[in-house]
């Protein structure tokens, strides 16, 4: 028996479901909502426009929820009153989420795929992308209401059409819907391949020539096949609906939306020259270099010397305090400069202020030194 989704671009609304198949199609509906709310954590810093395609998962997420209830509560299933108000508010509530995807996708493709191709494309690129969002939302509407009725066939509650004038009619528009959306997808798709062609023959040109560069892919594969999926997933929806169909719509769905995710996440190609790498490490070597020539006066000049100058006496005490086995303390050691006595024989000058360099005085006349004869008969001897 076959599986007729009144809301057929959006896969909701599928009538002659049992509680095991209800459950069944809203378990990729899950999987998707786990994946459109991991992508709040990247809108939350930039890209506020991503936020479209997170509402666009928790709507519909909404919805199929709402959808799987009223199949499997005797309340809402069995009364006619209640199951209609709950598929009209599914009806109404149809387009939101198609809206925000359309939406996500003209954002996205305008500000990250039309720039690499040429300006004409451009133009009529950004202005198909923009007059077809009224379109698909308009024809998605008028299918989820034209000729469908609501009716107690027995003890069961039936939704349907009277005649077959009827599911022409809403078969016609639904067929536009679904033309128009993937029309939208697959224009979305062929800038994002243009884009993902023009990096990998850009990988192949760094590859063959010898050049400092390298690109990095990242995520743009995984954006174009997410588009692409989508593409095939409303395609579909042209099939005789049965549940198997169904659910491969829904699963091809949740896969689309995963890999657009991902690709979010990973980002687009970026083109690495190292340009900005090699000037940091040039501009990190000219704070780092240091000539000998600004050494030489440190080393030179007793002014700018880190140690303090020790007066001749203060070192004479040292000497003899190491000599004796009994060092100086700090006090003796700097003390205050001592008057020299007559009879040193090795005088230190030194002035600080002068900026000239210490003086070293030898006093020969000190020493008792033989007479010139006596050292002669002392050398013969």
């Known amino acids: 028996m076959g599986t007729l989704c009144l809301s057929q671009a959006l896969i909701l609304r599928c009538e002659t479901l049992t509680e095991t198949e209800s459950i069944a199609l809203f378990i990729p509906t899950g999987v998707e909502f786990l994946f459109a709310s991991s992508l709040i954590f990247k809108t939350w810093g930039s890209d506020r426009w991503l936020i479209f395609l997170t509402f666009e998962g928790w709507v519909y997420f909404a919805l199929a929820l709402l959808e799987m209830l009223s199949h499997i509560i005797p309340a809402v299933r069995d009364n006619l009153v209640v199951f209609k108000a709950v598929d009209v508010a599914l009806a109404a509530l149809s387009s939101f989420p198609l809206l925000l995807y359309t939406i996500f996708l003209c954002f996205f493709t305008s500000t990250e795929f039309l720039d690499g191709v040429p300006q004409r494309l451009q133009k009529f690129g950004k202005f198909t992308l923009i007059i077809l969002i009224p379109v698909v939302v308009v024809f998605n509407v008028v299918a989820s209401f034209i000729g469908i009725t609501h009716r107690i066939i027995g ?24 033309g128009f959306i993937t029309t ?40 174009t096949l997410g588009i692409k999926l989508g593409a095939v997933e409303t395609a579909i929806g042209f099939v005789s609906s049965q549940f198997g169909v169904v659910l491969a719509r829904r699963i091809l769905r949740s896969l689309g939306r995963a890999s657009l995710i991902i690709g979010l996440f990973e980002g687009l190609d970026i083109s690495e020259n190292f340009e900005q790498v090699r000037e940091e490490i040039l501009a990190g070597k000219r704070k780092r270099s240091f000539r000998g020539s600004r050494l030489r006066p440190l080393i030179s000049d007793p002014r700018l010397s880190t140690f303090r100058q020790l007066s001749p006496g203060a070192t004479q005490a040292a ?14 050691l700097f003390s205050s400069p001592q008057p020299m006595l007559p009879r040193e024989r090795v005088t230190v000058h030194f002035d600080a202020a002068s900026g000239q360099a210490p003086t070293l005085e030898m006093r020969f006349s000190a020493l008792d030194l033989p007479s010139p004869t006596e050292m002669v008969e002392s050398i013969k001897t």
Do not use: H
Not at 155 to 178: C, E, M, N, Q, R
Not at 319 to 329: A, E, I, K, S, V
């Open 155 to 178: 003890t069961t509650v039936a939704v349907g059409f009277s005649d077959p004038y009827d599911k022409t009619l809403w078969t016609i528009f639904t067929d536009f819907d679904l």
């Open 184 to 223: 939208y997808q697959i224009l979305n798709f062929s800038f994002a391949f243009f884009r993902l062609a023009k990096a990998f023959l850009e990988q192949q040109r760094i590859e063959t020539s010898d050049t400092d560069e390298a690109l990095l892919l990242r995520g743009t594969g995984w954006i």
């Open 319 to 332: 000497f003899d305090g190491y000599r004796n086995n009994n060092p100086p303390t700090r006090t003796r």
